[in-house]
Nanobody
Framework: VQLQASGGGLVQAGGSLRVSCKAS????????VGWFRQALGKEREFVAA????????YYTDSVKGRFTISKDNAKNTAALQMNTLKPEDTAVYYC?????????????????WGQGTQVTVSS
C-alpha cells in the first residue's frame, strides 16, 4: 500500500496550490481520506477529511472557506485545493486513508499515510 502526495511548493501569500494524493494497493472507494499538516516544531494537525462516498467533508476552522478537499474514486486520487494561502499554512502536508470510511479528525483512525509534501507560503 502506498499513498503518494505531490503538488507542494512555494507560493506567495494570497496564492493557491493544489496538493494531490495517489493511492496504490488500496481502493479509495472504501476509504475516507484525510489531510493533515505539520509545521516545523509543531505537532501534526488535522486539516480536512472526506468520507468514502465523497458526500461528507470536514475542515478545521482555520481553513474553512479557503480549502476544498475532494476525491476521485475512479482515479484513486484525492486532492486538497488551497486558496488564499497564508504564511501560517506553511507545513508538510500528509494524506492518509481511513478504513472506517466516514472521514475523521483523529490521526488514530488513519491506517495508511503518505510521505508528505512541503507547502511554503511566503509573506
Amino acid at each position: 500500500v502506498q499513498l503518494q502526495a505531490s503538488g507542494g511548493g512555494l507560493v506567495q501569500a494570497g496564492g493557491s496550490l493544489r496538493v494531490s494524493c495517489k493511492a496504490s494497493g488500496l481502493t479509495f472507494r472504501v476509504y475516507g481520506v484525510g489531510w493533515f499538516r505539520q509545521a516545523l516544531g509543531k505537532e501534526r494537525e488535522f486539516v480536512a477529511a472526506i468520507s468514502r462516498s465523497g458526500r461528507t467533508t470536514y475542515y478545521t476552522d482555520s481553513v474553512k472557506g479557503r480549502f476544498t478537499i475532494s476525491k476521485d474514486n475512479a482515479k484513486n486520487t484525492a486532492a486538497l485545493q488551497m486558496n488564499t494561502l497564508k504564511p501560517e499554512d506553511t507545513a508538510v502536508y500528509y494524506c492518509a486513508a481511513d478504513l472506517r470510511g466516514s472521514g475523521s479528525r483523529s490521526m488514530r483512525d488513519y491506517g495508511y499515510w503518505g510521505q508528505g509534501t512541503q507547502v511554503t507560503v511566503s509573506s
